[in-house]
């Protein structure tokens, strides 16, 4: 259950002191719950340089029209193709989601014996 935060000054503080603007608020979602769906991207955001387990990391999160209410960490493909919707909706001067881009999570099982998270754009 994601923690709803009613006075506006822990509102404020949340958001500035959050990974992002889009974890206030909203719960997190699991990647594996999301394989194979069609999603509609509402907004991302990328959480840079942020120091995990004494280590500095870059992430991105997202949001989709599916799951209101709700975010999702993007791991490494899903943060390689957030700056380029940050930049195409800055280029066309539309909201994120006024893009429509809907992709889909496709689960990939590498040579190494990894599994990583594909995205197939739809």
Do not use: W
């Not at 509609?40 to 004494?54: K, M, R």
């Not at 990391?57 to 899903?78: A, N, R």
């Not at 943060?79 to 429509?100: F, R, Y």
């Amino acid at each position: 259950m994601a923690n709803v935060i009613n006075n506006k000054y822990g509102a404020m503080l949340a958001e500035k002191h959050s990974l992002s603007r889009l974890c206030v608020n909203r719960e997190k979602l699991e990647t594996a719950d999301l394989i194979g769906e069609v999603l509609t991207i509402e907004d991302c955001d990328i959480a840079s340089d942020v120091l995990i387990d004494g280590e500095l990391t870059t992430f991105s999160i997202y949001t989709f029209k599916e799951y209101p209410g709700k975010f999702l960490y993007g791991g490494t493909k899903l943060t390689a193709i957030a700056p380029d919707i940050i930049e195409i909706s800055k280029n066309e001067k539309k909201a994120i989601a006024d893009l429509g881009i809907q992709i889909m999570l496709k689960g990939v099982r590498v040579k190494s014996g990894n599994n990583f998270t594909d995205v197939m754009f739809i």
